[in-house]
Structures are given as structure tokens and as C-alpha cells.
């Protein structure tokens, strides 16, 4: 196991991959450990080094006290890269992980040379709305707050599969203080005004039955940065890596072709 000490707070993460390969960085989603890019990296062409880490209050990294800022999320993914020297690195963030993303490549050009915004927007959800789930968490805990999740994460047909608890045993399992700390930093940011600056290669990708960053929501995202191209995975909701890994793999692997990075 790999744990980072970045002074404040020890990060779980891991290195899969070609040690001296181009780097590319894995941030994922609200509620998700690093697992959740397990097929994806499988999936992945030779001669890229793979690296994913599990955010604040999530999975095995430090849970501290909440609520985070999103300037404390992105500057633990600053530091992590920093801690393991990588450069020019193309980042993958999902969700959360690609707010993430868009905040990083705005105040670091020489960690993101490309990024992949998936299932991602300027701006998530309305303030209102996590602040009843921040509520929910801190009263009650994940678990009342699953069932609405998944239907979000994951279309109707997954939702039948034996996998598919392994998922919700995922969310329902991370601990309060860091979902709901992460929580606050969603419902606090808006990256319109930023992404609209940027200008790097950016792969946008959507899933079709996405209930939390539908399409439509993605695609305007993709269209404030230039460089940017957008790709629909079809019959796959918030988390298409998991429901259609070699749709997603197929996806990045060309990516990192056209940026040269594989
Ligand atoms: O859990 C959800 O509603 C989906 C989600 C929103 C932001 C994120 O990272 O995941």
C-alpha cells in the first residue's frame, strides 16, 4: 500500500503501469475510492504510468474535519503530484474529480498538459440541495441517501448485477465526515468564469442516463475550453468506467494518442 505523507494529511494512492511512462492521474468521484478506475486501467495501452489516489475523507487517505474547500482538494492533488514528481501529466477527473481537474490545470499548467473532464461540470447541483444532503449525512449517515444515489450513478440494467452492491457498499461505507466535507466543497464552487480560460487538449466525456451531470450539462462544460472535444458513452450513467469500461478505455486510449502521450 502507498501512503503519501503531504505534511497535513497522509494520501492513499497508487501506481500501476510503466514507472517511466508519460503519467496520467485518476481523480474520481464523490462517494468512490481509487478502485472505482480498476477495469479502466486494466484496459489501458502500454508505456503510461497510471496513477490514482483516493481523495480526503475517502477511502484510505486522512478523513480530517469538514467541511473542505475545493481549493483544499485541488491543492492535495497539487501536492500528491508534486510529492511524486510528476509533470505534464494528463488528469482524469471524474465528478468532483473533474472540478478537480479544471481548478488544477487554471493554477498549474506544468502538472496538466491535457486533461479528461468525464461526468464533470463548471458547476454541480444547486447549493440548497447539498446543503439537505450535508444535512441527511450528518443526522442519519450515507445510507438513506444510497438508493437515490445509485439511480443516479448506474442505468436500470446495472443496477440488476451482483457487482453493482459492491458499489453501494462503496458509497455507503466511506466515512461521513468526508462525504459530507466534500459535499461543502461541491456545493461552494462554480468554475464557470475559470474553465472559460482555459485553453489544453480536454477530452469531455457523458454518459447517456447521467442523473447527476447529465449530457447536455457536460457538453456546455466541454464548449468553455478550447481544445476541447466532447463523446457521449452510451447506456451508462455517472459512472461510465464502471459500467462500460472498454467504451471508456477505447476513449482515453485515443486521447492520449492524439496528445502523445501514448
Ligand atoms: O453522488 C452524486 O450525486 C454524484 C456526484 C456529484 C458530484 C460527484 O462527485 O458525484
Redesign the pocket.
Given at each position: 500500500m502507498k501512503i503519501a505523507d503531504l505534511g497535513d494529511i497522509h494520501v492513499h494512492y497508487r501506481i500501476d503501469g510503466d514507472p517511466e511512462g508519460h503519467p496520467v492521474v485518476f481523480a474520481n468521484?464523490?462517494?468512490t475510492d481509487l478502485r472505482l478506475w480498476d477495469a479502466v486501467v486494466a484496459l489501458m495501452p502500454p508505456g503510461v504510468k497510471l496513477v490514482r489516489y483516493d481523495k480526503r475523507g475517502h477511502g484510505l487517505t486522512d478523513c480530517p474535519k469538514g467541511p473542505y474547500s475545493m481549493g483544499t482538494l485541488i491543492g492535495d492533488a497539487e501536492r500528491l503530484m508534486d510529492h511524486l514528481e510528476l509533470k505534464d501529466a494528463v488528469f482524469v477527473g471524474l465528478?468532483?474529480g473533474g472540478m478537480i481537474a479544471q481548478g488544477l490545470a487554471m493554477k498549474r499548467m506544468d502538472l496538466v498538459r491535457a486533461m479528461v473532464m468525464s461526468n464533470t461540470a463548471a458547476k454541480?447541483g444547486t447549493p440548497d440541495a447539498w446543503d439537505q444532503r450535508i444535512a441527511t449525512v450528518r443526522e442519519q449517515g450515507i445510507e438513506p441517501l444510497a438508493d437515490g444515489?445509485m439511480e443516479?450513478w448506474f442505468t436500470q440494467s446495472y443496477r440488476e448485477t451482483t457487482a453493482f452492491h459492491g458499489w453501494r457498499n462503496m458509497l455507503i461505507h466511506q466515512p461521513p465526515e468526508g462525504y459530507a466535507g466534500c459535499c461543502a466543497a461541491?456545493s461552494h464552487s462554480d468554475f464557470m468564469a475559470s474553465t472559460a480560460q482555459l485553453t489544453l487538449p480536454t477530452l469531455a466525456i457523458a454518459g447517456s442516463e447521467d442523473g447527476?451531470t447529465p449530457p447536455d450539462l457536460v457538453r456546455e462544460t466541454a464548449d468553455l475550453v478550447q481544445g476541447s472535444r466532447f463523446e457521449l458513452i452510451r447506456g451508462a450513467g455517472?459512472l461510465p468506467c464502471v459500467e462500460k469500461p472498454v467504451d471508456y478505455a477505447g476513449l482515453l486510449t485515443g486521447f492520449l494518442h492524439e496528445v502523445g502521450h501514448a
Open positions: 468521484s464523490l462517494g465528478s468532483i454541480i444515489v443516479k461541491i447527476s455517472h
